[in-house]
């Protein structure tokens, strides 16, 4: 089953004079890309915490915030005065208001309280921990919802390009006769004599130029394969767009040979299915 890049996920746990918000948000990306937001004082765990998204989430562009808001008696905690008038002075410059307005907004910003408290206490971080998994959990509960979603718009877009390969597969009969029939006018046309068994060897080997039964039964392989992948245990995203580009490969070649406008028209349509899921496949884990 696959899995969409997009997801969403928050947990919120409370401590004896804390309140503490784990919050993840994913988008799509090539590779994986977290950003992290928390209060300076938590740093230390930060590359741990890295470790426990990247394990999880695999690939995206993940926002991760960690916030704290003290809800009861802290350890001496004091008001980083430094930070506070910076914030101020800061706040002044793009609005208009008066000096407690000003400090109420900024004490409302990250580092405005220091705490003599230096190391982490070890019931906080694994309650953070806790938080983590749970949002982690959510985000990836997320994703699945929203790949469930990507892979009924493919399942459909590969029964469109089948139905549109088997179109193709019965207009090619015709599509040959067609071209053989202009061959034989163009010939008529110069009203002069031919050697007819030279005629037909070289009608049949222009005509073998223009047969695109091997493009057909590579096209349907890729498509099965395609479908196959798309239900298989894991989400490979990167899997599903190499074969995207080996049926765009196909799909081209079967244009080029057509040389007979109505199958032309149907390898356009063609054309249109896949880009619409090459559009949706950037969103794929």
């Known amino acids: 089953m696959i899995q969409s890049m997009t997801g969403f996920g928050k947990h919120v746990v409370q401590l004896p004079s804390k309140k503490i918000t784990v919050e993840l948000k994913s988008l799509n990306s090539k590779s ?23 394990d999880t989430l695999i690939r995206g562009k993940v ?12 350890t001496t905690a004091e008001i980083n005065q430094g930070v506070v008038k910076k914030y101020m002075e800061q706040l002044s410059q793009i609005a208009q208001g008066d000096d407690l307005k000003l400090l109420e907004l900024a004490l409302r910003m990250p580092d405005t309280l220091k705490t003599d408290k230096d190391d982490m206490d070890a019931d906080e971080y694994e309650a953070i921990k806790k938080a983590m998994e749970q949002a982690l959990m959510e985000i990836d509960d997320f994703r699945s919802e929203e790949g469930k979603v990507l892979e009924k718009d493919f399942v459909q877009r590969i029964k469109n390009l089948n139905d549109l390969l088997v179109e193709i597969k019965e207009l090619d009969p015709e599509r040959l006769g067609t071209i053989r029939e202009r061959l034989d006018k163009a010939v008529a046309d110069l009203k002069v004599e031919v050697d007819a068994n030279r005629f037909e ?25 395609f479908e196959n992948t798309l239900h298989s245990a894991d989400s490979n995203g990167k899997k599903l767009g190499f074969i995207a580009q080996e049926i765009g490969r196909e799909i081209n070649t079967i244009g080029s040979k057509a040389n007979y406008a109505p199958m032309q028209q149907l390898v356009v349509q063609m054309k249109d299915e896949l880009e619409k899921i090459k559009e949706q496949m950037l969103n794929v884990l």
């Open 32 to 54: 994986l890309d977290i950003n992290a937001r928390m209060p300076q004082s938590y740093r230390e765990k930060e590359l741990e915490l890295r470790k426990m998204i990247a």
């Open 63 to 74: 926002d991760f915030g960690l916030y704290v808001e003290i809800t009861g008696e802290e």
């Open 201 to 225: 060897q070289e009608l049949t080997y222009y005509l073998e130029k223009y047969d695109i039964t091997e493009e057909k039964v590579r096209l349907a392989n890729h498509l099965d394969y």
